[in-house]
C-alpha cells in the first residue's frame, strides 16, 4: 500500500500555522499598544504632581499641627524652621534643643509663604508669635490642569487647607 505524501505535509502545516500569532497580528497589537500609551501618560503626569502638592500640603499642615501642639505641651516656644533653601528644602519642629520632627526637601515643588519667613513660632497658648502667613504648594513648572494648595495659619494657630491659589 502506498501512502500519499500530501496527507501527512497537510495535517502539520495545519499544526504549525495554529500555532501563535502572525506578523501583521503582532504589529497591529503593538501600534495600538503604544497609541494607548502615548494618551495615557499626560493623564498620569498630571495625576502624579496633583497627589505631590496634595501629599506635600499634608505634611506641611501635620507639622504645623505637630508644632503647635508641642507648644502647648511644652508649655514653651516652638518653631518651625527651613531645613533648606526655602521650605520646599525641608523643614524642623523644635524647641531649640528638642527636635519633634523633620521633614527632608522636596524637588519639583514651590512651596513659599506670603510673609517670606523662614521660621513659624508658635507660643505657649498655640498662638504665633510671628505674623500670619498662607503657603502656596504648587509644582515648581506650570503644568496646566494640576490645582495648587492654599495652607492658611491665622492669629489662633490654627492651620487650614483649601485646594486653589492662595488669595
Not at 3 to 27: H, K, Y
Not at 35 to 63: I, K
Request: net charge positive.
Amino acid at each position: 500500500m502506498l501512502v500519499s505524501p500530501a496527507v501527512p505535509f497537510a495535517c502539520s502545516w495545519r499544526r504549525a500555522s495554529a500555532r501563535g500569532f502572525t506578523l501583521i497580528e503582532l504589529m497591529t497589537t503593538i501600534t495600538v499598544l503604544i497609541v494607548l500609551v502615548m494618551v495615557a501618560v499626560p493623564s498620569f503626569r498630571e495625576f502624579v504632581a496633583n497627589q505631590r502638592v496634595r501629599n506635600a500640603s499634608f505634611d506641611l499642615m501635620a507639622a504645623l499641627t505637630l508644632a503647635r501642639s508641642q507648644a502647648i505641651t511644652q508649655n514653651g516656644s516652638v518653631d518651625l524652621k527651613q531645613s533648606g533653601g526655602g521650605w520646599n528644602g525641608g523643614w524642623t519642629v523644635t524647641d531649640g534643643t528638642n527636635t519633634f520632627g523633620a521633614h527632608e526637601g522636596l524637588s519639583n515643588l514651590s512651596i513659599t509663604d506670603s510673609s517670606n519667613l523662614s521660621t513659624i513660632t508658635y507660643g505657649r497658648d498655640g498662638r504665633l508669635t510671628t505674623v500670619p502667613t498662607k503657603f502656596s504648594v504648587k509644582p515648581a513648572t506650570d503644568l496646566g490642569s494640576v490645582k495648587p494648595r492654599c495652607i492658611t495659619i491665622g492669629l489662633s494657630g490654627l492651620p487650614t487647607s483649601a485646594e486653589g491659589a492662595c488669595s
